[in-house]
């Protein structure tokens, strides 16, 4: 299971700095592809947007919203994690006491080390599986944090947020490993979830980590379903 800091206590959306504007980056011309924003978002709703050149990692940590996305619309609330990124719009709608994160970056030219998070099952789900089934899952594989975990998650986003204020010389290297940390609790939480969804999104995650890492070999259909727990055709279905 995925450690956490015991002794951390989530911040309520009561105390929480108020969020009156999110970064909306449209270019990718910034020095270091970064941004994140920390806070109770105040408008009842946020217009429909698109990030395209930046992956946008967004976490709840308390409050409710309707996330409004391609033609769908889903409640989210404390604890839910999930990921935005290329032309896929959207907004937020009926926002109530929403105290979010909105982690924005462009992993390649930031030097985050693809080559391992893309060996972890819990990556692969999270930032390759979760995003193209949303729809046909309606939402209910999406990433859902512990409430220590939750902590934990929002401590670093805390730490980065300061660090991004105060550009110190090396902050860039600071929130490289920051988000590095981040992306791999993320990832490891991913695999500690009991949702039935959420479980076969994870075996689909764990056959592309192992796809990935070992590219040389030969694989067939009734390896791969085994190894994701499915039958052939349930499996087929699931990749389509």
């Keep these: 299971m995925a450690k956490t800091a015991r002794s951390a206590r989530a911040t309520s959306p009561a105390t929480a700095e108020p969020l009156t504007v999110m970064y909306l980056p449209d270019r990718c011309t910034t020095p270091f592809p970064f941004h994140i924003d920390l806070g109770v978002l105040t408008m009842p709703q946020f217009p429909r947007h698109t990030h395209h050149c930046f992956i946008e990692l967004v976490l709840i940590f308390g409050g409710t919203s309707m996330h409004v996305t391609g033609g769908e619309r889903y409640r989210i609330g404390a604890g839910d994690v999930f990921v935005l990124q290329g032309e896929r719009d959207h907004g937020y709608e009926a926002t109530e006491n929403l105290y979010m994160s909105n982690v924005m970056y462009d992993a390649v030219a ?50 980065m947020r300061d660090v991004q204020a105060a550009q110190k010389p090396g902050w860039e290297a600071e929130i490289l490993a920051d988000l590095t940390s981040l992306v791999v609790f993320l990832s490891r939480a991913y695999g500690d979830t009991r949702e039935p969804s959420a479980r076969r999104v994870y075996r689909m995650g764990h056959v592309l980590s192992v796809l990935e890492s070992r590219p040389t070999e030969k694989w067939d259909l009734d390896t791969l379903s085994e190894m994701a727990h499915m039958s052939v055709n349930t499996f087929l279905r699931a990749f389509q």
């Design 110 to 159: 930031a030097g985050l080390p693809e080559r391992y998070l893309t060996a972890m099952p819990g990556y692969q789900a999270l930032f390759r599986v979760e995003p193209r089934v949303r729809e046909r899952d309606l939402f209910r594989s999406r990433l859902r944090l512990a409430a220590d975990a939750m902590s934990e998650a929002e401590r670093l986003c805390q730490r």
